[in-house]
């Protein structure tokens, strides 16, 4: 269907004809995709360095000592879970700098650590070229939690 300017397939308004042309071959309308590393490169500005001193957790009402205390948690997590899961050190040091640099952005209230771990791990994993399914990282993570279940109520543990 050419329109009287010789345009494109275009839908006539006043077609009482249900059945529309493709838009296969049109221009669509929102195809621009913004891609911004602003947000994860990292400079030493003035900026930055508040955020640093004064990461959303913070600000969300969470003491220093127990955001340090996730953290170091956090990173303990994805070693163990890059162990588990025979990954090499270098994709378990990408996870653990994703780990961190989420948490310089995000409230650890917002955001719960467990499911930021499994999916730092997992990204780390095609990032480093050592590609895990979703599932098996999740049920290695699955796995440390029934350890960690089992070391606090104080049975033996047979690994």
């Known amino acids: 269907m050419k329109n009287e300017n010789g345009g494109g397939n275009e839908a006539n308004p006043n077609d ?3 059945i529309r042309p493709s838009s ?4 669509p309308h929102f195809s621009a ?5 602003d947000k994860w490169y990292q400079t030493m500005d003035e900026k930055a360095r508040l955020l640093l001193q004064d990461p959303p ?9 127990t955001e340090k205390n996730l953290r170091f948690f ?9 162990v588990l899961l025979k990954l090499p050190q270098v994709a ?23 499911h930021t771990v499994m999916a730092c791990l997992l990204l780390a ?18 796995r440390l939690e029934q ?5 606090e109520s104080g049975r033996a543990i047979n690994e």
Do not use: W
């Open 33 to 37: 995709v913004n891609i911004n590393c």
């Open 92 to 114: 378990a040091a990408t996870g653990q700098i994703l780990f961190q640099r989420f948490y310089y952005l995000k409230s650890f209230l917002k955001f719960r650590y467990e």
């Open 125 to 142: 994993s095609k990032i480093e070229e050592e590609p895990r399914r979703t599932r098996d990282v999740y049920n290695t993570f699955y």
């Open 57 to 65: 957790s913070l600000a969300d009402g969470m003491d220093r000592e």
């Open 147 to 151: 350890l960690h279940k089992l070391r």
């Open 16 to 18: 009482d004809n249900p």
């Open 24 to 27: 296969f071959g049109l221009r």
């Open 74 to 82: 956090g990173c303990s997590l994805i070693q163990e879970g890059a």
